[in-house]
Each structure stands twice: as C-alpha cells, then as structure tokens.
Nanobody, 127 residues
Framework: QLQLVESGAGVVQPGGSLRLSCAGSRATIANYVIQWFRQTPGKEREGISCINQDGRATYYGDSGKGRFTISRDDNKNTVYLQLNNLKPDDSAVYYC????????????????????WGQGTQVTVSS
C-alpha cells in the first residue's frame, strides 16, 4: 500500500509561489493516479490537479488553471504541485491522494475514489 507524505507548507504573500511535494513510500508512485486536493474549514475537499498513471496527461480544476503545475519525478517517487501567483483564496490544507485501480484521472470532486491520502500541508497566502 502506497503511503504518501506531503511537504512544502508555507506562508507567502499574494503573488508568491510555493512548491508542494508528495513523497511516496512502500510502493511505486508511478503505478498510481495522483490527485491534489485542498480543503478549508467548513468546506468540502476540492480537487485541484491530477496526473494520470502514465504521467503523460495532467488536469487542472478551474481554480488552478494557468497558475498551478503538477509533475512527477519517478526517480524520487514524488509528485509535485507548483503553485504560482498565489491568492489569499488559495489558503488551505493541501492533500495528495492515490488510486491504483484506475489508469486515468477521474472527474474532480471524486475524493471518494482515492484510498491513500497524505496528512496534508498548510498553505497560507497573506499580506
């Protein structure tokens, strides 16, 4: 069973950037669809970005299009989420999650399809 650990938490000013990491252990992350989610108190978990099992296709929710980039380094067994031009509304706990049963990213909003989750990493955007 793949275990995931997120890192890269930080406090940045609006317009700033952060790179989040999702490190896998006990299994090969390239065998999984990996999706990034974020959540703020009182709100549902929101799908942000996803990378297919073969690593060739990536997807972004409306909130991250043009600003966020998902990538994978198989040598490091890690998936990254580059966050650029951050806004205060991007403040949230960011989670990565994995699904091995499907090769392609599902529709955003299907957090129920992901069985392996990291513990989350906090992003705060504030002036």
């Amino acid at each position: 069973q793949l275990q995931l650990v997120e890192s890269g938490a930080g406090v940045v000013q609006p317009g700033g950037s952060l790179r989040l990491s999702c490190a896998g252990s006990r299994a090969t992350i390239a065998n999984y669809v990996i999706q990034w989610f974020r959540q703020t108190p009182g709100k549902e978990r929101e799908g942000i970005s996803c990378i297919n099992q073969d690593g060739r296709a990536t997807y972004y929710g409306d909130s991250g299009k043009g600003r966020f980039t998902i990538s994978r380094d198989d040598n490091k067994n890690t998936v990254y989420l580059q966050l650029n031009n951050l806004k205060p509304d991007d403040s949230a706990v960011y989670y990565c999650a994995a699904n091995r049963a499907i090769p392609l990213c599902p529709s955003f909003g299907r957090a129920d399809l992901f069985g392996s989750w990291g513990q989350g990493t906090q992003v705060t955007v504030s002036s």
